[in-house]
């Protein structure tokens, strides 16, 4: 079953911050986010993994609460280059309780950032 | 050159007819995945490969089939087209387990079935 991302759509002006959320109705034992520009592949941007640490590089960082199995995006300081479509994918784990080998991704979140 | 090369980047073709869509990687990864992409419904799993003798089916796997002819290609078959898998696949590739390393993403195939 497929991760719910919230907003479906962001649109912000240069500077301002945003959230983006991913919930899952399974237990998760990874959640990747990868952006993707209009026409091009998504690329990856972090991965965060039960009982890890928030990642986050530049000012993107994201939170992974295992209890609630949900995962937030913080955007902050948006600049233009951050638009795109925003993807969470969600790995449950196996019955090892280790990576199952494969994500299963939200419906995308577009994010538009003016001037 | 790209690490993870798609080909064709764009084909349209007409109902009923069988279509390959191809995946190439120079990263020497393990593993393989087809996703295919529809407006509004991200992206979902057709099927997956850990090594060249390990094959299984994704989300949605009817009408696809596929082959992996060496650690380095996948091949994605559309044995009968028909007008709703027009859409945009992606190949991906993972070194292990995507919780280590995430997926590298190929440019995708446009593919359009009228």
């Known amino acids: 079953q497929q991760p719910v991302q919230s907003p479906q759509a962001v649109i912000l002006r240069e500077g301002e911050d945003a959230v983006i959320n991913c919930s899952s109705s399974k237990a998760l034992y990874s959640v990747h986010w990868y952006r993707q520009k209009h026409g091009e592949a998504p690329v990856f941007l972090m991965i965060?993994?039960?009982?890890?640490e928030q990642k986050g590089h530049d000012k993107i960082s994201a939170s992974f609460n295992e209890k609630k199995q949900q995962s937030s995006l913080y955007l902050t300081a948006s600049q233009l280059s951050y638009s795109g479509t925003y993807f969470c994918g969600t790995e449950g784990p196996n019955a090892g309780g280790t990576s199952y080998g494969k994500l299963t991704f939200g419906q995308g979140t577009i994010l538009t950032v003016h001037p | 050159d790209a690490d993870v090369t798609q080909t064709p980047r764009n084909r349209i073709t007409k109902t009923g007819k069988r279509i390959m869509l191809e995946c190439s990687q120079t990263k020497g990864h393990d593993r393989m995945y087809w996703y295919r992409q529809d407006p509004g419904l991200g992206l979902r799993l057709i099927y997956y490969s850990f090594d060249v003798k390990d094959i299984n089916k994704g989300e949605i796997s009817d009408g696809y089939s596929v082959s992996r002819q060496a650690q380095a290609k996948f091949s994605l078959s559309l044995e009968s087209a028909i007008p709703n898998q027009t859409a945009l696949y992606f190949c991906?590739?993972?070194?292990?387990?995507?919780?280590?390393?995430?997926?590298?993403f190929g440019s995708g195939t446009r593919l359009t079935v009228v």
């Open positions: 965060l993994l039960k009982g890890g």
């Open positions: 991906a590739t993972s070194r292990g387990a995507p919780a280590n390393y995430g997926y590298t």
